[in-house]
């Protein structure tokens, strides 16, 4: 059988010493290496083809180099975030846990925590509803000094770090974006789960909506829309169109509402971006780029605040943060200019 390398024969082909091939593969703080030795150290491994033990540093550091990510994978929400938690964790050397979100929430925590316990994962990194807020779980965090990162759970919370955008900014962004294009007064057109309750950035939406109008003395056109299948709702849509021709710049909450009044404007012969203008405040399933005319949004980073999220916690592992800073991230909506708004100059074209 071949000989296993060892991190004495990386060391002895780099001509350092273990402690150098040490700190180059685990970062260890306090040691120093320069460039040069550096690059000693990973041309070695290279020609040497050497495996870490994973076991073995596991023991030696405490640290399993694997998170966890905790969302349902149905959720295209959560697929943006679990891009952003690979592409921090792969900068940091690290594997990401993918953990079922199908369990209660009593089996959630208790799995979660006997991971951390048995050290097979260092951190937990999930995106939280901010209206399921779990006080358990908050007490069992800190309990078990577990490393946890929320994304957009827990704003209101303290002791929860947690990844946030601020909602009402993005409205009053899109509201000025809107307005200043067309020189119409926007309406707000708002979509609903039947008999679910909005969350908090659909309420923050909301109330940045009726300010703005407030604001300029206008009366605020809120119009709200259960969602559901276009096939089934083609014909309301159709409908609701035709009884709010007079609102010309509409701003819906989600991208859905948009392609819904978008697709409503092209069957009944309504020029998007010229005769209607419609804006969407997301683009939570990454469609309004693909759209004919493409939509004009203030879009949530998702992917952005899951690698935000995913440094954090490698901060808090890596020491580099002391676990007891839960202060909150706070990351701007991204606006992205396209076809469905139109210029006013436009319109007489």
């Given at each position: 059988?071949t000989?296993?390398?060892?991190?004495?024969?990386v060391?002895k082909?780099a001509g350092?010493?273990?402690?150098?091939?040490?700190?180059?593969?685990?970062?260890?703080?306090?040691i120093?290496?320069g460039?040069e030795?550096?690059?000693?150290?990973l041309?070695?491994?290279?020609e040497?083809?050497y495996?870490?033990?994973a076991q073995?540093?596991?023991?030696?550091?405490?640290?399993?180099q694997c998170?966890?990510?905790?969302?349902n994978?149905?959720?295209?929400?959560?697929?943006q975030?679990?891009?952003g938690?690979?592409?921090?964790?792969?900068?940091w050397?690290?594997?990401?846990?993918?953990?079922?979100?199908?369990?209660?929430?009593s089996?959630?925590?208790?799995?979660?925590?006997?991971?951390?316990r048995?050290?097979?994962?260092?951190?937990?990194v999930?995106l939280d509803?901010p209206?399921?807020?779990?006080?358990?779980?908050?007490?069992?965090?800190?309990?078990?000094?577990?490393?946890?990162v929320?994304v957009e759970?827990?704003?209101d919370?303290?002791?929860?770090?947690?990844?946030l955008?601020d909602?009402?900014?993005?409205?009053?962004r899109?509201?000025?974006?809107i307005?200043?294009?067309t020189?119409?007064?926007p309406?707000?057109?708002?979509?609903?789960?039947?008999g679910?309750?909005?969350?908090?950035?659909?309420?923050?939406?909301?109330?940045?909506?009726?300010?703005?109008?407030?604001?300029?003395?206008?009366?605020p056109?809120?119009?709200t829309?259960?969602?559901g299948?276009?096939k089934?709702?083609?014909p309301?849509?159709?409908?609701?169109?035709q009884r709010?021709?007079?609102?010309?710049a509409?701003l819906?909450n989600?991208?859905?509402?948009?392609?819904?009044?978008?697709?409503?404007?092209?069957?009944l012969g309504i020029?998007?971006g010229?005769?209607?203008h419609?804006?969407?405040s997301?683009?939570?399933?990454?469609?309004?780029q693909?759209?004919?005319p493409a939509?004009t949004?203030t879009e949530?980073?998702?992917?952005?605040?899951?690698?935000?999220?995913?440094?954090r916690?490698?901060?808090?592992?890596?020491?580099?943060?002391?676990?007891d800073?839960?202060s909150?991230?706070w990351?701007?909506?991204v606006?992205?200019e396209r076809?469905s708004v139109?210029?006013a100059?436009e319109r007489?074209r």
């Amino acid at each position: 059988m071949t000989k296993r390398v060892t991190s004495f024969d990386v060391a002895k082909r780099a001509g350092v010493s273990r402690s150098v091939v040490s700190a180059v593969l685990n970062g260890t703080r306090g040691i120093g290496v320069g460039e040069e030795k550096r690059k000693a150290v990973l041309e070695a491994i290279r020609e040497l083809n050497y495996q870490v033990d994973a076991q073995a540093r596991g023991m030696k550091t405490g640290r399993s180099q694997c998170l966890a990510a905790y969302g349902n994978v149905a959720n295209p929400l959560f697929l943006q975030v679990l891009e952003g938690i690979q592409a921090a964790c792969a900068a940091w050397g690290y594997h990401v846990l993918l953990y079922p979100s199908g369990s209660s929430d009593s089996q959630r925590i208790e799995g979660l925590l006997d991971l951390f316990r048995q050290r097979r994962i260092d951190g937990v990194v999930a995106l939280d509803r901010p209206h399921q807020v779990h006080e358990g779980w908050v007490q069992l965090v800190h309990e078990n000094r577990l490393p946890y990162v929320s994304v957009e759970g827990y704003p209101d919370t303290e002791e929860i770090p947690s990844v946030l955008m601020d909602y009402e900014e993005s409205v009053r962004r899109a509201l000025d974006y809107i307005a200043a294009r067309t020189r119409q007064i926007p309406a707000y057109l708002e979509l609903h789960h039947q008999g679910t309750p909005l969350g908090w950035g659909d309420r923050q939406r909301r109330n940045a909506y009726e300010d703005w109008m407030a604001e300029r003395g206008w009366e605020p056109q809120v119009y709200t829309a259960a969602d559901g299948p276009w096939k089934e709702r083609e014909p309301f849509w159709r409908e609701w169109l035709q009884r709010h021709r007079a609102s010309s710049a509409i701003l819906t909450n989600w991208s859905r509402g948009a392609v819904y009044v978008c697709r409503a404007a092209q069957l009944l012969g309504i020029q998007v971006g010229r005769e209607l203008h419609v804006m969407a405040s997301d683009n939570t399933e990454r469609i309004n780029q693909h759209m004919f005319p493409a939509i004009t949004s203030t879009e949530v980073p998702y992917r952005e605040m899951g690698r935000l999220a995913a440094k954090r916690l490698l901060e808090y592992i890596g020491g580099q943060r002391p676990l007891d800073d839960t202060s909150g991230i706070w990351v701007p909506a991204v606006l992205e200019e396209r076809d469905s708004v139109g210029e006013a100059a436009e319109r007489g074209r």
